[in-house]
């Protein structure tokens, strides 16, 4: 999936390609994860991920979440239309390590800075790492909600991720 997530960033492949593959891991990933659990192979971190109130958009979330998967995180994936209970139920429920959260609609990518307030006042901000995503957003608009991470497409959502559980690690 590694190389998959460069020939898609790099423009060589397109989204019913990456979704292929994704899947095929998906597949192998149920094959696998029984011998590797077994094995005593750790999971690089947990996300919730979901796409944010009044918002039905899944596909890019979808294609992020087997990313995430195939390389190697356990993702939780919430669906759609998901209110700030709904993220902070999960992150509790699974002790997340990342929440991940989508919006394709501009009226409402602003429901994200109502997740990041929830998760502050529930006294959950300091232990997530908090990644967001989705056509109208920009690297600007995470600052100013508070995210930790803006990621333009999957590929780069699985690289930050791994980036920044290592820097939360101090690796
Ligand atoms: C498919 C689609 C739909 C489908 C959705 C099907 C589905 N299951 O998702 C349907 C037909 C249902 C739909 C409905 C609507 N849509 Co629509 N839709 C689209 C369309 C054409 C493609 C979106 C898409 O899937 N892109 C492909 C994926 C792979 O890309 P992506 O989502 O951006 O995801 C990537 C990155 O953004 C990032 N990413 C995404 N999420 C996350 C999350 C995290 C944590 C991270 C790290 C990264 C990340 O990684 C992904 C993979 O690389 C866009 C136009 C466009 N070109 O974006 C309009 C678009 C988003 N829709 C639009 C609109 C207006 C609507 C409707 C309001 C239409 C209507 N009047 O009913 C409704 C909204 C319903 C609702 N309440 O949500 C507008 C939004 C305009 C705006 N400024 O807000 C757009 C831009 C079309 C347009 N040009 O007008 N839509």
Redesign the pocket.
């Known amino acids: 999936m590694d190389v998959v997530g460069v020939d898609?960033r790099d423009g060589i492949l397109f989204?019913p390609e990456v979704l292929m593959a994704a899947r095929a891991m998906k597949a192998g990933m149920a094959i696998l994860r029984p011998l590797l659990a077994e094995s005593g192979v750790r999971e690089l971190g947990t996300m919730v991920?979901g796409t944010v109130k009044?918002?039905?958009?899944?596909?890019?979330?979808n294609?992020?979440a087997m990313m995430m998967e195939g390389a190697g995180f356990k993702v939780i994936n919430i669906g759609v239309n998901n209110d700030s209970d709904s993220f902070l139920d999960s992150v509790r429920e699974h002790d997340a390590d990342i929440v991940?959260?989508?919006a394709?609609?501009?009226?409402?990518m602003p429901y994200m800075g109502v997740v990041i307030k929830a998760l502050k006042e529930a006294g959950l901000r300091e232990k997530v790492i908090v990644?967001?995503?989705?056509?109208?957003l920009n690297e600007a608009f995470a600052e100013d909600i508070e995210a930790d991470?803006y990621?333009?497409?999957?590929?780069i959502?699985v690289q930050?991720a791994k980036e920044l559980i290592a820097i939360r690690d101090g690796k």
């Not at 990644?131 to 109208?136: N, T």
């Open positions: 898609f989204v991920i009044g918002d039905i958009h899944d596909i890019g979330k294609l992020v991940g959260m989508s394709l609609l501009t009226t409402t990644m967001v995503g989705g056509a109208p991470a990621c333009k497409d999957a590929a959502a930050t």
